[in-house]
C-alpha cells in the first residue's frame, strides 16, 4: 500500500513539475512576444520622433463652428490639413520665416465607408484671414502669415470645416521620396514636355515617362502653359504615383523610407494617432482614392480678378456658398448641407467691399 501511495505522489510531482515548466515555457513565450511588441513599437515611436512638433488645437482654439459640428456629428470622418509648402520668405506680419502652401489639401479619412478622400483648394482663392492679420488675402498666404494654426483656422472659417490636425511638408522633401521609391510613371502631355517654365529636361513627343524627383517636382510646379487647376491636378498625379510605388515595397523597405522621410515633416500629430491611423487604413480601400478640386467648376466659377495689397491674382469666387457646399457634399456626401452664417457673412463683405455690392 506504501509502495501504491509512493507511486502516485511521484506521479503528482512529475505533473506538477510539467505543470510548471509548460507554464514557465508559456511566461517566456508571452514575455518574448511582448518583448517583440515593445521594442517595435519602441521603433516605430524612434521614427515618429524625427518629425517636427507643434502644439495640439482644440476645436475652439482651432474656430471650428459649433453649427458645423452639429451638422456633421453623425458621420465618422477625420479630416485633416495636408500642407505642401514651397519656399521661405521673411515677412514682416510674422517677423520670421514663414513659408507659403504652395498646395493645400484637405485629407477625409472616412470610416463609414472605409475610403480615403483627397480635396485640392485654390491657393489664389481671395478668402479672408482671422486675428492676427485680420484681412482678405490669398488662401496660401494663410500659412505664410502665421503657419499651419493661422490656416487651420482660415480654412474652417471660410469653408465650414472642422479641423484641428495637420500634416506639412516642402516640395523638396517631395522630391527626396520620389527618388526613394525609385521614380514614377506619369504621362505627360506635348504642351508639358515642351514648356519654357520649368526644365523636365526631357525631349520627346506626349507618352507615359518615368520621372525622378526633382523631374516629379518641376512637373509639379508648370504654371505657365494652362491655370492652377491644372497644376493642382499635377500635384495630385504625383501623390497618387508615389502612393501607388509604396504599395509595392516590403515592409522593411517602408520603414527604410520612413526613417529617410519623417524629418522633412510638421504635424500637430501624436504618435499615438499616427499608429492609429495607419492601423486603421490598412483595411481601406486604397486602390481607389477620390479626388476633388475646390471650386469644382474651375476658372468657370470665378467672378473676377482683383489686386490686393500688392498681390495678383486674387479670385473672387461666383458663390461662396457654393463652394462650402460642394466640399461637404463631396467629403460628407451631403446633399442638403446649409453654410453657416459665418460663410454667409464673410461673403457678403468680400462682394461689398471688392464688387460694390
Request: proline share 2%; charged share 25%; net charge negative.
Amino acid at each position: 500500500m506504501s509502495a501504491v501511495k509512493g507511486s502516485d505522489k511521484l506521479k503528482r510531482k512529475k505533473q506538477k513539475n510539467k505543470a510548471e515548466n509548460l507554464l514557465l515555457i508559456i511566461s517566456i513565450l508571452a514575455a518574448i512576444f511582448l518583448g517583440l511588441v515593445l521594442s517595435g513599437n519602441l521603433y516605430v515611436d524612434s521614427l515618429l520622433n524625427k518629425t517636427t512638433r507643434s502644439k495640439k488645437l482644440t476645436d475652439e482654439e482651432a474656430m471650428v463652428n459649433q453649427s458645423v459640428k452639429d451638422q456633421v456629428k453623425d458621420h465618422k470622418i477625420i479630416n485633416i490639413a495636408l500642407f505642401g509648402s514651397d519656399n521661405q520668405e521673411w515677412n514682416e506680419w510674422t517677423n520670421s520665416e514663414m513659408e507659403r502652401s504652395d498646395a493645400t489639401k484637405i485629407i477625409s479619412l472616412d470610416y463609414d465607408e472605409k475610403k480615403i478622400k483627397i480635396t485640392s483648394l485654390q491657393r489664389d482663392t481671395l478668402i479672408y484671414i482671422p486675428e492676427p492679420y485680420n484681412d482678405y488675402d490669398k488662401l496660401n498666404h494663410a500659412h505664410w502669415r502665421g503657419g499651419p494654426e493661422l490656416a487651420i483656422q482660415t480654412i474652417n472659417m471660410n469653408f465650414d470645416m472642422d479641423i484641428t490636425q495637420y500634416v506639412g511638408f516642402s516640395f523638396e522633401a517631395l522630391e527626396k521620396l520620389v527618388d526613394l521609391v525609385g521614380g514614377i510613371d506619369i504621362y505627360l502631355t506635348a504642351q508639358e514636355i515642351n514648356q519654357k517654365d520649368k526644365d523636365l529636361e526631357i525631349n520627346g513627343e506626349a507618352g507615359t515617362y518615368h520621372l525622378n524627383g526633382h523631374q516629379a517636382m518641376m512637373y509639379c510646379r508648370i504654371r505657365m502653359i494652362d491655370d492652377d487647376y491644372y497644376r493642382m491636378k499635377r500635384q495630385n498625379n504625383v501623390i497618387m504615383a508615389v502612393i501607388s510605388e509604396l504599395r509595392n515595397e516590403n515592409p522593411i523597405r517602408l520603414l527604410s523610407i520612413a526613417d529617410e522621410m519623417l524629418r522633412y515633416v510638421e504635424t500637430n500629430l501624436t504618435n499615438d494617432q499616427i499608429k492609429n491611423y495607419i492601423t486603421t487604413i490598412v483595411s481601406f480601400d486604397l486602390k481607389h482614392i477620390e479626388q476633388m478640386q475646390i471650386p469644382s467648376e474651375g476658372m468657370n466659377s470665378i467672378l473676377k480678378t482683383v489686386e490686393y495689397n500688392g498681390f495678383n491674382p486674387l479670385y473672387i469666387m461666383k458663390n461662396y456658398q457654393k463652394l462650402v457646399k460642394d466640399l461637404h457634399k463631396f467629403i460628407y456626401e451631403e446633399e442638403n448641407y446649409e453654410p453657416s452664417t459665418r460663410v454667409m457673412e464673410i461673403e457678403s463683405e468680400i462682394y461689398k467691399k471688392f464688387c460694390g455690392s
